[in-house]
């Protein structure tokens, strides 16, 4: 943690990287640090601002085509910020992030932009329509983690390369929307920087990937129970079918 032992939540950029509400991963962060008593912060980067280094979780949101192009302009023209996005103890990029974090990404007229390289990941453009509506993933890339609940509207896609990880196995909806119909895959893990198509946002409808990114910032955290939180997830798995996911991987567990 920072050196005054507050837990920092770096929101970057959150005038152009905060589409369906993902600033509320800032807050999610927020409440689970509460909940254990933690003290936390978070810190706003607004675009022109270099991002500090004292950072612990830093989070990239989703955003528009054109928002997204101006994000990675800024993000290339901080002399620092890929070092400290590498260097983070946390970080999460949420759809136009995660494409911002990847070796590089399709623009809406379909150019080719190198992003920072932090994930190896190359994203290019759906075929088909844009993917939009509810996403239920299976985690693979985080150890012990219950079913992935979220929200998707995007028209890139992503292929992982050798040096990352998914997050998860797609249960319904698109994701990374590469081998559609194999096996569709969310997302990915490198180090310490989750990449995930799910907004929702995805930190609110999934406490324990909060918990996660706490935990690579602070070490271990008590397990807490919020009962408001665990009826959004019941009722968003049912939506979906993902009851049944979820009780048969709580049995496997
Ligand atoms: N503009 C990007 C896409 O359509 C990202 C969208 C988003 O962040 N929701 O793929």
Same mark, same amino acid.
């Given at each position: ?44 980067? &607004? #675009? *022109? =601002?270099?991002?500090?280094?004292? %950072?612990?979780?830093?989070?990239? /949101?989703? @955003? ?101 990880? &998914? #997050? *998860? =196995?797609?249960?319904?909806?698109? %994701?990374?929307?590469?081998?559609? /119909?194999? @096996? ?70």
């Amino acid at each position: 943690m920072s050196g005054d032992s507050e837990l920092t939540v770096v929101l970057v950029y959150p005038e152009l990287l905060g589409t369906y509400g993902d600033r509320g991963n800032a807050l999610a962060l927020v409440r689970r640090a509460q909940l254990r008593g933690l003290p936390v912060r978070i810190t706003k980067v &607004p #675009l *022109g =601002r270099r991002l500090p280094a004292f %950072g612990d979780v830093y989070l990239l /949101g989703g @955003g528009e085509d054109a928002a997204e192009l101006l994000a990675l302009r800024a993000l290339v023209a901080d002399p620092s910020a890929r070092r400290v996005l590498a260097e983070a103890p946390a970080c999460l990029a949420v759809c136009a992030g995660l494409q911002i974090l990847a070796r590089e990404f399709a623009a809406a007229d379909g150019h080719r932009e190198h992003g920072l390289g932090l994930l190896d990941v190359i994203c290019a453009r759906l075929p088909g329509p844009r993917a939009v509506g509810e996403v239920l993933v299976e985690p693979l890339g985080i150890p012990s983690l219950p079913m992935l609940t979220g929200y998707e509207n995007h028209q890139g896609d992503a292929q992982i390369l050798v040096g990352a990880e &998914p #997050l *998860g =196995r797609v249960m319904h909806g698109v %994701g990374n929307g590469v081998g559609i /119909g194999v @096996g569709r895959l969310d997302g990915a893990v490198q180090g310490h920087i989750v990449g995930t198509y799910l907004h929702g946002p995805v930190l609110v409808r999934n406490p324990a990937l909060a918990d996660r990114l706490i935990e690579w910032s602070v070490g271990p955290v008590a397990p807490v129970h919020d009962e408001a939180v665990e009826q959004l997830r019941a009722e968003r798995l049912a939506a979906v079918g993902g009851k049944r996911f979820a009780l048969r991987r709580m049995t496997r567990a």
